[in-house]
């Protein structure tokens, strides 16, 4: 769906952002990208989306080079992309103009623009939605994510969607982003957050402008710590986990749910118990 070949990043400022990038995102896959502030994955992320062009190599969208101006609609159908901050992609004071801006852009008549619309809206669980400016962030995030949809696209890049919702929000959008996945959605997902990045099929680090790494979803568990060191954010009991095997107490966590970690906990200590038991005997 995606390639990135060779791929760099320089801004006006001179400010190479990123280098020699190779990354390929297949259709229907769900990619995640972590890593620290200013490692580059929003400069990625625009790249991927084809809303900026390399400075050298190329990124290739369903057969399409981005380079190429020419491109910029057809590929605004291919590839849509969602921002941090739903508030720099909603313009209008009607949440339906929002939504039918990206085809009245490319030459879709008004009664289709329309139609589509209302279909999005009811599907998005929106049709309550009027002005943009009355919703809240969570709310406006959803009316973004709708007017990307509204395009068609068989991708969509995510740039951090959850950062700026409050916990509720930051669930709706990230059951929504599941939902596009199931549906057939190709997903790239950038983000810090370990419970997001639970749903990627894999993970992409991102380090100083360059990839340094990837990690399978099933791999993920053996590789907490080098996450951690690029920029992925651990929930607190993860965190003890890693202080306690840090200290010499390994307690194997195959799946990741408190309840689950409370009986790898119980299994740890009666353990031990066993083993004083035997000792004594
Ligand atoms: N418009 C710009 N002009 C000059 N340099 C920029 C610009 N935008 C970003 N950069 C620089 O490029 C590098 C990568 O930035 P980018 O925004 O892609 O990082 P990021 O990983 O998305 O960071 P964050 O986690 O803060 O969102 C950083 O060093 C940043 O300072
Ligand atoms: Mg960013």
New binding site residues.
């Given amino acids: 769906m995606i390639q990135a070949k060779g791929v760099d990043y320089v801004?006006?400022?001179g400010?190479q952002?990123l280098s020699g990038i190779n990354l390929e995102v297949a259709r229907g896959e769900f990619v995640a990208v972590v890593?620290?502030?200013?490692?580059?994955?929003?400069?990625?992320a625009g790249l991927l989306a084809g809303l900026e062009r390399p400075a050298r190599g190329q990124i290739i969208i369903d057969g399409i080079n981005t380079r190429d101006k020419k491109n910029f609609l057809v590929l605004r159908k291919k590839v849509g992309m969602v921002f941090q901050n739903p508030e720099n992609q909603l313009v209008f004071e009607k949440v339906k103009d929002d939504i039918g801006f990206g085809l009245k852009n490319i030459g879709f008549p008004q009664a289709e623009i329309e139609t589509r619309t209302a279909e999005i809206s009811r599907k998005m669980r929106i049709e309550s939605f009027t002005g943009s400016f009355e919703l809240s962030m969570g709310q406006k995030q959803r009316v973004a994510i709708a007017s990307v949809i509204a395009m068609g696209p068989d991708c969509i890049i995510f740039d951090?969607p959850t950062a700026m919702l409050d916990p509720k929000g930051k669930k709706d959008i990230h059951n929504i982003i599941i939902e596009l996945h199931k549906q057939g959605m190709t997903i790239v997902y950038v983000t810090n957050v370990i419970d997001e990045v639970l749903a990627a099929d894999r993970i992409i680090i991102?380090e100083n402008?360059s990839i340094s790494g990837e990690v399978k979803r099933e791999e993920l568990f053996d590789n907490v710590e080098r996450l951690r060191g690029a920029g992925l954010e651990m929930p607190v009991i993860m965190d003890m986990l890693f202080r306690l095997k840090q200290r010499g107490v390994d307690i194997i966590v195959k799946r990741w749910s408190i309840d689950a970690v409370v009986e790898n906990f119980i299994s740890y200590i009666n353990g031990i118990e066993n083993q004083n038991n035997l000792n004594m005997q």
């Fill in positions: 801004y006006p400022s400010k952002a890593g620290h502030n200013g490692s580059g994955k929003s400069t990625l951090e991102l402008g």
